[in-house]
């Protein structure tokens, strides 16, 4: 790697989902310099662990930001795992690669972001794929992005199972989550070569891209805020005091990370700002607008004969709440074997997880100092409306009749979680109390247009009230996708990149 500049054109802080995107893009200009910043290890393209290439392997605890969160009152205290190392949580996610709908992006227009309607970034997720199946009105084929369709013949017999007996329920079959139609139960798409998890740092910053003279990467810095000259950005400090300077400076650290840099740069409420002797740069609605897809975990013991478990991931129903908005697919439950054998009598285990995922609840991400090393205070504020209560109810009620159709009850040997002892009468304050999240954290910094009062940044990424200044990942989308987001963030940093930089 190259030595650093004294000023680099552009420094991204956050080598992950968006980060690791936005330096390949950024640095094929030979003229332009780009300095990269990653809070986690930078490992070579040949030097990744096992746990961060394995696709059955989550939330490794070596490369983790170590985060917990708050879900409602009933449960205060929920595991947030993070990914802290080149690649971000791309590195350590379950893979699925599905695409935000159209009914998810005209919601973004809604908030006067443009540009993001579904006939806009449908081109660019296909420029950044290779998908060798599927209808080519839907897929690119020569990306740096591998996506991989899972087929019935990949899938557990139990996983095949769930989406046989979804079918028997009523649901259609979907042979292809980003093709033509989502309503339905089938394999999901992933990010997943050979079962090795191919995370944006390996897609994108290749060996080859890591050899340009004008790109520099440097792991194990945590950036503490950005610098600015008035409320001109003009580079970043790191926890141990080192400036960064550069011409512009993007942040890609996730709804999380991204956010609290800003918060702690000025870049927020002046009344939280003030309160923690932090002096306002920018007034603005920084970690107002939090969404997560609320989690509850229905699992069941595999039966003695079926008890494989690999692949991990996965299958999938998505459909429609009798409450949803036209247009909507608001819930999903997603077959996996991503709880241990060992917690079940069997040795097997498969998990059939429900979610609201066009959720109204909004939460809020504060820092509870100024220290960076401190974890950022997150309230998701799950079920906060009777709507969304009803919804995760009838989600669970839905997977729980699906595991007793006679397509699919023969592959299990009993309820783990909550248990048969858990009737509807009892359920839905079973899952007030033991929500999890599905690990999609969006909307901090949400961007839209001026008649928007949360509105952080504009239509591209560039922050209000300020210059210099880019947040590019998750944190700027206007309203949660109904998928999980990680495809979503990256169609996004390469959007940016050909808006901004291309034309």
Do not use: C
């Not at 409602?72 to 690669?97: E, F, Y």
């Amino acid at each position: 790697m190259s030595d650093l500049p004294e000023t680099a054109d552009v420094v991204i802080v956050g080598g992950g989902s968006a980060g690791a995107v936005l330096a390949a893009r950024l640095s094929q200009d030979p003229a332009r310099t780009v300095l990269l910043l990653e809070a986690g290890h930078a490992y070579a393209p040949d030097a990744y662990p096992a746990a961060l290439l394995d696709a059955t392997k989550l939330a490794d605890p070596d490369h983790d930001w170590g985060y917990t969160s708050r879900g409602n009152d009933h449960t205060q205290r929920i595991p947030t795992p993070r990914g802290k190392v080149l690649g971000g949580s791309s590195a350590v996610n379950a893979g699925v690669a599905m695409r935000a709908r159209a009914a998810d992006f005209a919601k973004w227009g809604g908030h006067g972001a443009q540009g993001w309607s579904f006939g806009d970034v449908l081109p660019t997720f296909k420029l950044m794929e290779n998908t060798p199946t599927g209808d080519d009105a839907y897929h690119g084929r020569t990306g740096p992005l591998p996506i991989r369709q899972r087929t019935d013949d990949e899938l557990t017999p139990s996983l095949q199972g769930f989406v046989e007996a979804a079918v028997a329920h009523g649901f259609k079959l979907v042979h292809d989550f980003n093709g033509a139609e989502q309503n339905g139960a089938g394999g999901a798409p992933l990010n997943v070569v050979d079962g090795v998890r191919q995370n944006t740092a390996l897609a994108y910053l290749t060996a080859d891209v890591r050899r340009r003279p004008n790109l520099m990467i440097r792991g194990d810095v945590t950036v503490d805020r950005v610098l600015f000259d008035g409320t001109t950005a003009t580079g970043v400090a790191a926890s141990d005091g080192t400036a960064y300077r550069g011409h512009e400076v993007i942040l890609s650290g996730g709804a999380y990370g991204s956010a609290s840099v800003l918060l702690r740069s000025g870049v927020g409420p002046a009344g939280e700002l003030t309160a923690l002797g932090i002096g306002v740069v920018a007034d603005l609605p920084v970690g107002q607008r939090l969404q997560d897809h609320p989690f509850f975990y229905n699992a069941y013991a595999l039966a003695p004969g079926s008890l494989q478990m690999t692949p991990a991931v996965g299958s999938l129903l998505w459909t429609a709440s009798s409450e949803a908005a036209a247009g909507e697919l608001d819930l999903h439950i997603t077959a996996t074997h991503l709880l241990d054998g060992s917690f079940s009598p069997t040795g097997g285990a498969i998990v059939l997880a429900a979610s609201v995922v066009q959720p109204e609840s909004r939460g809020t991400l504060r820092l509870a100092s100024r220290d960076p090393g401190d974890a950022p205070l997150i309230d998701n504020r799950f079920l906060a409306t009777g709507r969304d209560a009803r919804r995760m109810l009838e989600a669970v009620r839905l997977g729980r009749a699906i595991a007793r159709n006679p397509v699919f009850a023969p592959f299990t040997a009993g309820e783990l979680i909550p248990g048969d002892a858990v009737t509807d009468d009892t359920l839905a304050q079973v899952i007030a109390g033991n929500l999890a999240i599905y690990g999609h954290p969006t909307s901090t910094a949400p961007m839209g247009g001026p008649g928007d009062p949360w509105t952080v940044t504009d239509s591209v990424g560039a922050v209000n009230g300020v210059s210099g200044l880019r947040v590019a990942d998750a944190s700027i989308i206007p309203d949660i996708p109904s998928a999980a987001i990680n495809l979503t963030v990256i169609m996004l940093a390469e959007r940016i990149f050909q808006r901004v930089y291309v034309g």
